[in-house]
C-alpha cells in the first residue's frame, strides 16, 4: 500500500490507530494479567477469570452493555493498585508480551504514514500506563487513553476520571485535530469495533480492520475499505530503522482502566462454557 508524502504547505494530517485487536492481536491489558499475578495486584481466581474474558473478547468482541460492564468489574479491580508498581511491571514485561502480538500489517502502515509525513495517534479505550509504552514503542506521536483517578497515597480509586470509548474518541479526536491543525478530511482512522464508528466517521479515510460483525456491515454498507490483519510479528524481527525515537504522549493515564475496555464479558458467558475453559485454564496457570 503506497501513500503519497505530504504537501506541507497544505493543513497537517494524521493517521488515528485504535490499538486491541487493530494494532496489536489481543487486549492490551488484559495481556498483562499473569504479569499482574505474579506481581501480587490479583488473586489467582481474578487471574483465570482475566484469561477467560481475554478469550471472550477475542472470540466475540463487545457491544455497548457489555464494554459499560467491563469497566465497572475491572474498575472495581484495580482498586488500590499503587501506580508505580503497576508502571513497573508494565516495563519489565512489555517486550515480552506485547512486542510478539504487533500485527505485522499494522506496522506497515505506520511506518508509511510516518514516512507520508503524517502523525501517528494511538487511541485506546485502555488504560494509558498500559498504551503509552506501547505507543512508544510502536513509534505513535501521540496517545488518547483512559484515565483513572490516583488518590494522594498513589493507589488507584477506582474511579475513572476520563473514559476513551466510543462518542468520547470521536471528541479527542476533533480536538486534536483543532489544537494540531490536522485537516480530519485527509485523516485516516483504523478499528476493528462498531464501538468505533463515531471515530471513523471523523476522518476522510476510514477503514476497518478484522471488523465484528456491526462494523462490517457498516463498512459494507457506506463503501469503507476492509482490512485483514493476520500476521502478528516481532518488531525486532522487521526493519530496525521501524523503531522511531520516543515522541510526546497526548494523555496519560491509568493502567487498568484499560482494563475497562474488555471485561464485563464474563457475565454474558454460559454457565457451562465458563467451567469448561476456566477447568482448562487452571492447568495453564498451575504452571505459573
Partial sequence: MLWLVENHSLPRTAAFFDLDKTVIAKSSTLTFSKSFYRGGLISRRAALRTAYIQ???LVGGADHDQMERMREYLSALCKGWNVAQVKELVAETLHDLIDPIIYDEA???IEEHHAAGRDVVIV???GAEVVEPIGEMLGADRVVATRMVVGEDGCFTGEVE???YGPTKAEAVRELAESEGY???RCYAYSDSATDIPM???VGHPFAVNPDRTLRREAVTREWPVLSFEKPVRLKQRLPEFRMPPRPALVAAAAVGAAAATAGLVWY?????Q???AHRLAGDFARI
Avoid at 458467558?269 to 462454557?273: K, P
Fill in 200 to 202: 471513523l466517521e471523523a
Fill in 124 to 126: 485506546s479505550t485502555s
Fill in 183 to 185: 485537516d480530519l478530511s
Fill in 55 to 57: 478469550f471472550v473478547f
Fill in 269 to 273: 458467558a454460559s454457565r457451562r462454557r
Fill in 107 to 109: 506496522a506497515s502502515l
Fill in 162 to 164: 476520563y473514559y476513551a
Fill in 275 to 277: 467451567a469448561a475453559l
